[in-house]
């Protein structure tokens, strides 16, 4: 006997067979095979045997000669014949019933017209102890043997070691016979075969989307609309995918910025309006590509001036009338809080008294531009807004008007309207010397508020405001997101994208990250999606920022996680359950790889990117 010869018939050392089990090393194996499927069941339905580690389905397919609808069609007339011959109204009914979901079901087959195929499908069942075999067995029993589902599955003891040694690489012969027929295989139409595949439905194909990824082991494509929510509604519901928003979690390099870009790319063609914050200043080439309105924030003089009236938006589910959305009442006392927060940020010593005094100087400053807390602004534009050296003129109007009155009643104001005096003077400066702060702070906001009908984009780079103390920063940061927010509400007619990359860099801060979690709950109401980056879990559960950065995270019903470290996997479990198959997963991913969360579905994917594309970038 040749050594080939041996190796074709002998089994591994610590192979044995068991009657209805097999022992390899130490991992207990059963083989099953499918003996009958539902009458009816859904694409890809046996999906979810593929997703956890210890199942694996084995199908083979052969094609026929056979004319799948002359089969059915006999079985048609079998129906046909019992009718004809019923009297009772029950089986009337049923057969009434079944004749006609055939007839649907041959019309359907002869217009694809499906070939027949003889599909022998098996299913294999891993686990380390025999206890744990019989568990998964049973789970397997009851999810898809139950009468609902109807898939019959057998253990047949004499062809278990064949069929395992056929789709096992340690053995070269299986010892099998050629013709499958003894397998149970049934002749099925090609439709039903791609229906029983398990392993491509979970892609995706949006009516309005675009092609961003495929399925990474079937291929299958993704075919992606953020505003899945707005076009679908209702199917929208029924897949778990009631918001817009995504967030896309990896180590650097991992291609985060690319597949935002992608996706990005997408909304340009749709037309969709883009508000993009960029925090490295890098995506000026793709904006100015598609001829947007790019603004590097901290340079050229570019300002935003946090005076401008923006529009209110609320947690209600109610939309709020144009009254009330553009209430100048409303607005003033936003930028009176925003004001409050900038100072406390500037100058963490700054009084009380300070404090208290802000609201009546910010309604003078308005009213000193012919703005009352009265009607609406909706009609305003940036030009007709105060700024803080009409701010600085306020303070000292009041402060020349006490002294005149001579009252001692309100020293305590006026030591307060002094000590703002004395502050002011880093932003709107003293006997001609500018402010330090002056050049980000003072002034009419220079950004072309329109230019996001017209040109469809606006990406306001913030990589300057990166150079400056932590507090004014944040600030600054403050300013840029209200402003970026208000530009995506006063454009609800039109679906708009708020962009956020890098945003770890952002939501360490938690006066930002409170204002983060604000837009990502009300996007939705506004027909806003948000769009963000981060390489960095942990700012998701880190404990200073913990309930923001929770709703951040949990109010994206779109989620990537490309490859993570060890750690960031585990600060991911605390975020969303893991199965041990997706931890192994994501540690595997390779670059552009990632898992997607889609609703009720996640995918294993791989993004596509073309040269072009990736030119742009
Ligand atoms: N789908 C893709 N196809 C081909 N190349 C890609 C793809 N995605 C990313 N790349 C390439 O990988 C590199 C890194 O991608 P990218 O900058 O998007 O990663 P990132 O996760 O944003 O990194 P960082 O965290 O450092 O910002 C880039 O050079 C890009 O060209
Ligand atoms: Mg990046």
Known sequence: MNKKARRTTVAPV??????????IGDKYIKV????????????????????????????????????????????????????????????IEELSQRREALDEFIQENVR??????????????KADTREELNEYVKEVKNTFGSSAVGISLRCISLLQQGLFRKNTPLFINHGLRKEPDYLNGQPMSSQTVAGLWPWIFDTLDDPQGTLIAREMTSGGKIIFDQFFYRNNPALAKEMNRPNGNMVIIGRSGTGKTTTMNLLIHGHIINHRKIVWLDPENK???????????????????????IFDLKPLSTDSDQKESKEIKYSNNAAIMQVIEEIKITFSLLWPNISDDAMAMIGEIVVRTYESVGISTEGTFEHLSVENYPTFTNFTATIKRMIEDMKRSGSKEHERELQALKELEMRMRSITGSNGVEGEYGKYFDGTTTIASDSLESTGMIAIGTKHLFNVTPNLKNALLRMVFNYAWSLCLGH?????????????MFIEEPSLASILAVFQRRARKYNTVTLSGTQEVVEYTNPQILKDGKAIFNNACYQVYM??????????????SLSDG????????RPWQGIFVCGNKRIPVEFLATERELSLM
């Not at 997706?582 to 991913?589: H, S």
Request: aromatic share 10%.
């Open 563 to 576: 490859n993570l470290t060890k750690d960031a996997i585990t600060d991911l479990g605390k975020l969303i």
């Open 112 to 125: 694809m017209k499906s070939s027949t195929i003889n599909c022998i499908c098996q299913l294999y069942i």
């Open 492 to 504: 609800e007619e039109m679906p708009t994208v708020f962009v956020n990359d890098e945003q770890h």
């Open 14 to 23: 610590c192979f044995i067979e068991h009657t209805g089990e097999l022992i």
């Open 283 to 305: 995506n000026e080439t793709l904006c100015r590509y598609v001829h947007g309105n790019y603004v590097a924030l901290g340079l050229d003089g570019n300002i935003i001036n």
């Open 582 to 589: 997706e931890m192994e997963t994501l540690e595997q991913l």
């Open 32 to 91: 099953m095979s499918f003996w009958g499927y539902p009458t009816m069941f859904t694409e890809g339905f046996l999906a979810p045997l593929i997703g956890g580690q210890h199942y694996y389905v084995d199908m083979l397919t052969e094609q026929t000669d056979l004319d799948y609808a002359s089969v059915l069609k006999g079985e048609r007339n079998d129906i046909q014949e019992k009718l004809s011959k019923s009297t009772d109204p029950s089986e």
